[in-house]
Each structure stands twice: as C-alpha cells, then as structure tokens.
C-alpha cells in the first residue's frame, strides 16, 4: 500500500465498517510509516482499489491490523486472495504465528480464517465498542503441515 491509495481504501474503510468505528486516513499514514508493518492492496487493471490487508509484525508474531474489501467487489475472492498473500509473505519473513481479532457475528470472516486454520483462542469482551471480539491465532505457519494449506 502506498500513500496515493489512501483515498481509496479509507473510502473502503468508511464504507466497510460505516457504523462501527473505522480507520482515519491519519492512522493509515501512522501504520505505513511503521517499520514493523506491512500493507498490501488488491488493485483492478485499471488501478482501482478493490481491498486491502495490513500486518504488524512483533518478535516472531504477526498482528493482522485489518482486512476489507470494497462492497462493490465482495464474493470474488479478493479477501481470500489478500490473506494468502499475507501468509506467505509472513512465511517468508520467518513469522511463526499470526493472529487477529474478530466480530463474534462476523460469521463470513471466520470462515475465511478457518481456511489458513486460525482458531479462535480467546474472547475480548466488548472490543467493538458494543460487541465482543474474538482472538484467532494460527498454529506455526513455519511448519511443513501447514503448507498444505496455501495450495
């Protein structure tokens, strides 16, 4: 993700997650000016922002700050697409783990998550604001079991 996506991923970000709390533009500028995280954009041909993904990166673990994708482009497989890059990326980087939170209603997510087998390990009462937060974790993402779940 480069500064000029901005515009277009916090209008995604505004759109996504329209009444809950969002992403400001300043906290975007804050996270890719971080040496320790990474974000990446799924882009049309035509350079038209269709979703995106950010990693946090702490010792050997990996924090996914957030993922969304367009209304307008859900159902085609961009977020499973920006996951997997994640993945290999952090498997590149030597990151054994990753880890993130999400809606308890957030059914759609989960599922997504329980493809690259994250598992929800904890609960954070309240963390949006009115409701709770799963913490999912994935097993060692450096293990030669868990490739099998990148093909």
């Known amino acids: 993700m480069l500064l000029a996506h ?33 974000y990446w954009v799924a882009e049309a041909k035509d350079e038209k922002v269709l979703g995106y993904i950010g990693l946090n990166l702490i010792c050997a673990e990996g924090f996914i700050t957030n993922i969304a994708v367009a209304p307008a482009s859900q159902g085609q497989n961009i977020g499973n697409e920006l996951l997997k890059h994640l993945i290999i990326q952090a498997i590149d980087w030597k990151i054994e783990r990753l ?41 060692n993402i450096q293990s030669e079991s868990y490739k099998k779940y990148l093909d």
């Open 6 to 38: 901005l515009d277009q991923v916090c209008s995604i970000e505004a759109e996504v997650y329209a009444l809950q709390h969002f992403w400001t533009r300043s906290v975007f500028v804050e996270e890719l000016n971080k040496e320790n995280a990474a």
């Open 99 to 139: 880890s993130l939170e999400v809606r308890v209603s957030n059914l759609k997510a989960q599922n997504l998550y329980k493809k690259y087998d994250f598992s929800a390990q904890g609960l954070r009462k309240n963390y949006y604001q009115n409701e709770d937060g799963l913490i999912f974790w994935t097993p």
